[in-house]
């Protein structure tokens, strides 16, 4: 056993979840955006499943915009604080989502990650379309420490993070548009080249560590 100890971030845990987000782009105006978050801990949101789904086509009249929850309350939370982040941070946005339409209420299966991919099954419990989007061709993980600033201003961020190099977006059997590319704004926040279509797991928020930055080179502790 190691007598060096571990890093200890002394900030206050603010929120921490699962992101999946597969952003795709195609020619002209197509591409496809989903982002599903599993909400495990945000005193502020609630806990639960809420997910955004935008279609672009060729044509106009393929376009679709879905909202899908298992938690209504903390879907409207969470719509409130992304239109805060878009209105005032510089985040990554691929093609972007309606943030104030009523969510679809569904039941949400997590498909198991193996060494091909990962994926979501979302049924809405009235009407609606069934998604189903698989994350694939996955890249190996890596765990990332983001001070305050290098993703959001306010926060550091702790978490690990896997991009794919591709994916399969299906509305009721039917895929949609688009493939991932590499994503400039994770590339200059990361050093390195990161795919638009990734996975974030056990993403935690908090306060920031402040000199504990300066510090974790030797893992002296909080």
């Known amino acids: 056993m190691t007598t060096r100890p571990a890093a200890i971030h002394p900030g206050r845990v603010l929120q921490c979840f699962d992101h999946f987000v597969a952003d795709l782009a195609g020619p002209g105006r197509v591409a496809t955006y989903l982002t599903i978050y599993a909400v495990e801990y945000a005193p502020e949101l609630g806990t639960g499943h809420v997910a955004f789904l935008r279609i672009r086509g060729s044509d106009p009249a393929d ?20 239109r805060r982040l878009v209105a005032e941070q510089d985040v990554s946005r691929g093609a972007g989502t309606l943030l104030d339409q009523p969510p679809a209420v569904a039941e949400f299966r997590r498909l198991p990650w193996t060494a091909e991919s990962v994926g979501w099954q979302i049924h809405p419990v009235g009407e609606g379309p069934v998604v189903e989007a698989h994350w694939e061709d996955p890249e190996p993980p890596f765990w990332t420490a983001a001070a305050a600033g290098t993703f959001t201003p306010e926060r550091d961020i702790l978490g690990m993070l ?9 509305v009721d059997g039917r895929p949609a548009p688009g493939e991932p590319f590499p994503d400039p704004w994770w590339e200059a926040r990361l050093g390195r080249p990161f795919s638009s279509t990734h996975v974030a797991l056990a993403e935690a928020s908090l306060t920031p560590g402040d000199a504990w930055w300066s510090r974790i080179g030797d893992r002296s502790g909080g």
């Not at 896997?162 to 299906?170: C, N, P, Q, S």
């Open 63 to 82: 376009d679709l915009d879905l909202t899908f929850t298992d938690a209504p309350e903390m879907a409207g939370r969470m719509q409130a604080r992304l």
């Open 162 to 170: 896997a991009g794919f190099g591709r994916a399969r977006v299906l």
